[in-house]
């Protein structure tokens, strides 16, 4: 009987131990579960450049036409739009919005600065294929090129 009795008592310790376990368990999933339930997860895109230093430049090509107009006192009897016969940057205003001005009148001039590179360059490349076709012609003399170099020589020049 004493051996009944420790069994069935190290049963319901031995129960009470899992009963308290499980209850142990089940509570902390409880909590976990209503804490992921209050956190809010924020996803944010990103995006990923290169910072770079640059000068903005931008050309308007506009054209007008003259359209009359009725006069008030606030505003001229005409107004026209002008247009220049060249794309380009304006370097200088030669007159001032709501001035008077006559055909033929300079309103305003261009920037002159990317022409006269383009200029310098286009003389630049004449000199040296000038050079080039004299070189050739030099070199031919002691058969030192091909006549197809010089017709090139010369057709470049």
Same mark, same amino acid.
């Given at each position: 009987?004493?051996?009944?009795?420790?069994?069935?008592g190290? !049963?319901?310790?031995?129960?009470? @131990?899992?009963? &308290?376990?499980?209850?142990?368990?089940?509570?902390?999933?409880?909590? !976990?579960?209503?804490?992921?339930?209050?956190?809010? @997860?924020?996803?944010?895109?990103v995006?990923?450049?290169?910072?770079?230093?640059?000068?903005?430049?931008?050309?308007?090509?506009?054209? &007008?036409?003259? #359209?009359?107009?009725?006069?008030?006192?606030?505003?001229?009897p005409?107004?026209?739009?002008?247009?220049?016969?060249?794309?380009?940057?304006?370097?200088?205003?030669?007159?001032?919005?709501?001035?008077?001005?006559?055909?033929?009148?300079?309103?305003?001039?261009?920037?002159?600065?990317?022409?006269?590179?383009? @200029?310098? %360059?286009?003389? =630049?490349?004449?000199?040296?294929? #000038?050079? =080039?076709?004299?070189?050739?012609?030099?070199?031919?003399?002691? %058969?030192?090129?091909?006549?197809?170099?010089?017709?090139?020589? !010369?057709?470049?020049?």
């Open positions: 009987m004493n051996k009944l009795r420790t069994f069935l190290l !049963t319901i310790v031995l129960a009470g @131990v899992l009963g &308290g376990y499980y209850l142990f368990i089940k509570g902390k999933q409880n909590e !976990t579960s209503e804490e992921s339930e209050n956190q809010v @997860v924020t996803e944010v895109s995006y990923v450049g290169k910072i770079s230093r640059s000068a903005l430049r931008g050309h308007i090509l506009a054209y &007008g036409r003259v #359209e009359p107009d009725v006069g008030s006192i606030a505003k001229p005409a107004s026209v739009r002008i247009t220049a016969p060249a794309a380009g940057i304006v370097g200088e205003a030669l007159c001032i919005e709501g001035q008077q001005v006559n055909q033929g009148d300079t309103l305003f001039r261009l920037d002159s600065r990317v022409a006269e590179i383009a @200029v310098k %360059q286009a003389q =630049n490349a004449v000199e040296f294929e #000038e050079r =080039n076709l004299e070189r050739q012609k030099e070199l031919l003399l002691i %058969q030192g090129t091909s006549e197809k170099l010089l017709q090139r020589g !010369t057709a470049q020049a």
